[in-house]
Structures are given as structure tokens and as C-alpha cells.
């Protein structure tokens, strides 16, 4: 069976760029040499997929100036000293400001890549080639890019859009299923904040999903990009509604400060932060409680966890590290809160007594 | 003698900022309070500057949560470890997106102070307080911020706007006269490449800028900054026009890196680096004897440097760091070189016997 490509853009005038969709996009080397305008590449990538794709990506760039930085996997590696060795191969390879960076990888390579390309010689150009499902479906489009401090997660970091995302969604058949299912969450999250009726087929799909099912995945890779990039070009810099896309997130980077980054995926947390967010939406009053189980009956179907890691703080401990979110305002903490299924909205105005009941409730979960 | 107080603006849409240029700007509270929006203010220093000057800016903030930074001085530690002790202090005092950094200091604490903020949290506001005369006329004003790596000179950076410049050139009288002169360099600069005006002005009065005379000083800073302004305002990012301002850095930057930043001042490098690119435009033949002889003449009243300093490679080894400057186009070096004196340009046709012959009488030079 072939697929036919998706083909998405996202128009931020001189900023903009297209995303290719499709199962075996890796062996088109024109789809590749096309995004690559100057004649030096620097691929970076991990030591989890090197092994795999690597050789695939350089085969394809013959002629030009080519080099790569192979980094260690994990998001504990997601700090400035690791993209400290990005820099250092650039200046060694004597990269100029005509060259274009590859991020070849997860979130993780895809952050600190785009970090370095935003911040070398004051801005290079840099391609998204991601390849879990995370990435494709999140962290590769948008231009967010950065690193993790010790203090806060995503705490040093720039706005850099990429000049193309490539997404191959035949990577996805070498993820580890634990891999696959964290991004599942971020999947979820499009339906639960703004797309009721991608939320409904999800219910009705999460099992040709869980499959890993060709067909199925690109439609749901499309469509979670195709609502990211709808509300990134609303909101680049995230100065309103782009918050939304946190959804989830304040709750699921305090659980990643607090194990540093050690327990679980990004993926994992942000589904239990979901769980979290549903908790405090429901006791607030906005949304109800059988859609509350809704939602919460596909993260479970997406085997994503349902109970905390060990080692997380106190209420009180959790309730400090939310104090570091990157949205709170002149010392006031906003959350994302959902209406219903497909509506999401900020807000600063809530009960802390409601926050530390979800807090007691879900730290207390044992399932 | 009280001065009037020069108001400038740098107009780039919403990112315009204003320009206050007066003695006495340190005193005027309503002013810096003006150009802080947020609750949260962390200034940053150095140990140099804070016995002078921190208590007085720390006493126009009360009322904000305020931080202070200081940081090593010297262009040495221009490097993205001191970049993190900035992020370290903000995360340890919770500091958030609508935090504003103060860089009360030269252009070392401005551009990390710049780098800091433009990507802690994706990028916050800053204000620039220069106290040096080449902070004033150049490197607080147009946005470029960064840090060096032991590779090349201002490798990592990013642009990002302050919202304020305030200069008060009473700072200048605790300033070294080391550090002036340094930065009567970039003064120079823009008579050279943009204002010949102002050149003549400068030759007339050069006697009175080396004495610190209040009222040319302010003349002089006043036009180096609307210099600069018209042509951050023609160019920001520096596709173009804006590379003008690099006239003598090309040749500077290769011998801060080669020398480790530590035998010269930025501005002594760009002095000797701005002699090396008159040599050349007249070798060339670009720009005539007399022209050059004039140029040379004022840089020598400033009291610059007119041969290199100890340490610096054979010509070979000079060229190989020019290569790595950031104006290297596809393998291509771009040039500054002057036509006459206000009239620079950018090229990348030139004659590498002249470069050779240009670097082999530089480095070759005993006064």
C-alpha cells in the first residue's frame, strides 16, 4: 500500500514552511536537497537512532560540506552543556552563517538543534526531520526551542522556526512501543484542547493507532500538526492563545523537575499531567464529569500512566515547582483548564484550595 | 553647566526603544522606573562597576523584586559559563517572563546581559545602562548579543532589542583612560564609514574628546548613536547595509581570538583592525594616500594602538581566523572597505596578494 503525501504549511510570512507527511520520506532526496539551500550541513542526532538513520540522511547530501554530532539520548541530556558540543563542531568544521543544521531525532535533539541554530552566529537555518511520534506531532513544529536548566524545565530557550519539517512516519516502525505511547499523549491533547471531533475519532481509533496502523498514523500526525500550526500562526511568541498547547504541561514539568527527567518521558508526564488538568477542571466547575472520564478513558487506552512516579514532593513541594512555570505573570500562576472536549482556555483565576485537593487526589493515586 | 538632554529613538516597529543621552541620567529615577514594566528587575554587573554604581540604581528600584548580579570583569569571561551564573540567579529568585534585566555596565555586561535575556524563557526584557564610552556609542544600541567561544569571537548570540538605552556620560569620568580611548575606536568608526561630517568635526576636536569635555562628549555619543540607529533601522538582522559596522572588526575579531581577548580591548583591537582595512582599501585602490594618511592621523590623536601586540600568528595563520568571521559566505570572505571617508561598503572581490601584503606590512609594524 503507498500513501499518498500530506502536504501542510505553516504561513508566518518570511517565516513560513512546509510539512511533508509520509511513509518513506527518508529516500526522497530531492524532498531533502530542496530544504537545504547553502552548501554546509550539520546533521545532529542521537545514539539511538545514528545507528538507524544516519547513514540514509548523509547518503542523500552528496556535494555538500557534511558533518554530524552524535549526542547521548534522554531528555537529562537536554542542557546547555550539550549543545555546547553542537557549537563546537560547527566552529571546528568552520560552519558559516550559510549553513543549515538537521535535527535528526526526538524532541530532545530537536530542541537543542533548533536552540543551536537559533543562537550560532545569531540565527542559522535549521530542518526537523523527527522521528518519534512525539516530534512529529509536536515538538518539531512551532520553532520552540531550548533547554532544560536544573531549576526548570524549557528554561533557556529562543522562538526559531525550522525551514522545513520532514516526517517520515516510517520511522515510528523502529520506536519503542513506552516511546510511542508518550506521544500518544500529545496526540490526545489536540482533541482535548481545541478539536472535538478529532477527540471523537480518536475514541473510536485508539486501538489502529495503538496498532501502529499506516493509514491511521497519518491521518493523526496530520492533524495534530495541522491544529499546532493553526494555533501557532495565531499566537508565534505565545502572547495568548497559544498557551493552550501547555495543556497538561505545568503539571507534567513539575513531575519532570521534580525526578529530574529521570522517571518518566516527556510524553508520560504530560498524559498524567492531562489527568491532573481534567482533575482541577471538573472541581473548578468547568467541565463535567462524564466528559472528565472521557478523557480520561483514552489516556488510559493510550497505556499511558495513571498513578505518579515515586519520588515526587509534597503538595506543597509540587505547588513551589509550578511557581516556575514559564506562564506565570507578575507572580501569579495560570493554568489551562478545559470547558469541555475541544476547548481549552488560560486562566489566572482559581480556587487553591481546588489545586491542592487534585494534588492530594492524583499524587495519591495507586492506578 | 547643565546639558540638555538628548532624546534618540531606534525605530523598529514594535520593537522601538528610546535613547536618553545626558550627565546626571543615573540620578533621574523616573526615567529608569519608566522603562520597567514588570514587578521583577535583576540587575547585571560587574566588579568593577558595582562599587560605583550598583547602590544607585538599586535605590531608584524600591518597591520591585529586585536581584543583582556581578559578574568577572574583562572580555575573557564573555562566555556562555558566566551567561549561566545570570540564568542560575533568575531561576533561584523565581524570576518570570515579565522580568526586566538591567546591564548596568561596558559592552561585556551588556552583551551577556543581552544573551541572558534574550533567550531566558524564550526572551524577556532588557534595559542597557552603559558606563563605558564604547558601550555608549556602539554596543548597547541595534540588538546584537552574545557570548564568544574560544573558536571566534561573538559565535554564540542572538539579536533581541533593548527597550531602553540610558546614558549617563557622567559615567565616563571613573572610566580608565585605557577604556576611553578604546572606545573613541568605534567613535571614529562611524566618521570612517557612514558620516564625513562628522570625521571633520572629529579631527577638529579630538583634543577636547581626549579631555572628556562634557559637552563634545555628548555631541559625540549623540551622533555615533543616531549613526547607528539609521542603519540598525535600514537592517536589522544585517543582511545587508548593516555589515558596515564590522569596518576594522573583521581584523580585530582575528586578533581578540588569536591573543585570548587578553591582550587588547575590544576597541584597541578594532583600532589597529580599522588601520589594517585602510591599508588594504588604498592597496586595493579604493580609497586614496591622503584619505588613508587622515584616517590613520585621528586614530593616532585617540591614542590607539598603530602596531599589533605580541602574540599574534604569521600572515597564514591571521587568514585562517579571518575565515572564520561571520561574514563568510559559502567559503566566501566579505570585506569592509572604505571608497573615501564616510563611504564604506561591503566585498567580497578582492585581491588576496593585497590581503597578504596588507597583513605582512601590519604585522610587521614597530609604532
Redesign the interface.
Known amino acids: 500500500m503507498t500513501l499518498e503525501i500530506t502536504d501542510l504549511r505553516v504561513s508566518l510570512g518570511k517565516r513560513s514552511y512546509p510539512i511533508t507527511i509520509a511513509p518513506g520520506l527518508l529516500e526522497d532526496s530531492a524532498l531533502l536537497q530542496r530544504s537545504i539551500v547553502?552548501?554546509?550541513v550539520l546533521i545532529v542526532t542521537n545514539e539511538t537512532v545514528a545507528p538507524i538513520y544516519l547513514d540514509r540522511i548523509t547518503a542523500q547530501l552528496e556535494g555538500k560540506q557534511l558533518g554530524y554530532v552524535i549526542l547521548p539520548d534522554g531528555e537529562k541530556f537536554k542542557r546547555?552543556s550539550t549543545v555546547?558540543t553542537i557549537?563546537?563542531k560547527l566552529?571546528?568544521e568552520?560552519h558559516?552563517?550559510?549553513t543549515t543544521l538537521v535535527a535528526l531525532g526526538g524532541g530532545v535533539v530537536g530542541d537543542m538543534t533548533g536552540f543551536a541554530a537559533?543562537?550560532?552566529?545569531?540565527?542559522v537555518s535549521f530542518v526537523q526531520i523527527p522521528t518519534t511520534l512525539l516530534a512529529q506531532v509536536d515538538s518539531s513544529v512551532g520553532g520552540?526551542t531550548?533547554v532544560n536548566?536544573p531549576?526548570?524545565k524549557?528554561?533557556?530557550?529562543?522562538?526559531h522556526q525550522p525551514v522545513a519539517v520532514i516526517i517520515d512516519t516510517k520511522t515510528l516502525d523502529t520506536l519503542p512501543q513506552r516511546e510511542f505511547q508518550a506521544g500518544l499523549a500529545e496526540v490526545i491533547k489536540y482533541g482535548l484542547i481545541c478539536d472535538a471531533e478529532f477527540f471523537a475519532w480518536l475514541e473510536t481509533n485508539i486501538h489502529l493507532l495503538m496498532e501502529r496502523d499506516a493509514t491511521a498514523l497519518q491521518y493523526a500526525i496530520a492533524r495534530s500538526c495541522e491544529n499546532k500550526a493553526k494555533i501557532v500562526e495565531a499566537d508565534e511568541?505565545?502572547s495568548g492563545v497559544r498557551a493552550i498547547l501547555n495543556f497538561g504541561h505545568t503539571f507534567g514539568h513539575a513531575i519532570e523537575t521534580a525526578t529530574q527527567y529521570e522517571a518518566w518521558l516527556h510524553g508520560e508526564a504530560v498524559g498524567f499531567g492531562m489527568i491532573m488538568a481534567l482533575d482541577l477542571s471538573c472541581r473548578l466547575g468547568y467541565l463535567s464529569t462524564q466528559d472528565c472520564a472521557r478523557a480520561e478513558a483514552l489516556i488510559k487506552l493510550a497505556n499511558l500512566p495513571l498513578s505518579p512516579p515515586a519520588g515526587l514532593p509534597s503538595t506543597q513541594g509540587m505547588i513551589d515547582l509550578l511557581?516556575?512555570d514559564?506562564?506565570?505573570?507578575?507572580?501569579q500562576l495560570r493554568l489551562i483548564m478545559l470547558r469541555s472536549l475541544g476547548d481549552a482556555f488560560v486562566t489566572a483565576d482559581f480556587d487553591m484550595n481546588c489545586l491542592e485537593q487534585t494534588l492530594n487526589a492524583c499524587l495519591a493515586r495507586t492506578t
Open positions: 547553502g552548501e554546509q546547555l555546547q557549537y563546537d566552529l571546528q568552520r558559516n552563517r550559510t537559533a543562537t550560532y552566529q545569531r540565527g520552540k531550548g536548566h531549576l526548570g524549557n528554561m533557556i530557550g529562543a522562538f511568541r505565545e511557581g516556575l514559564k506562564k506565570v505573570m507578575n507572580g
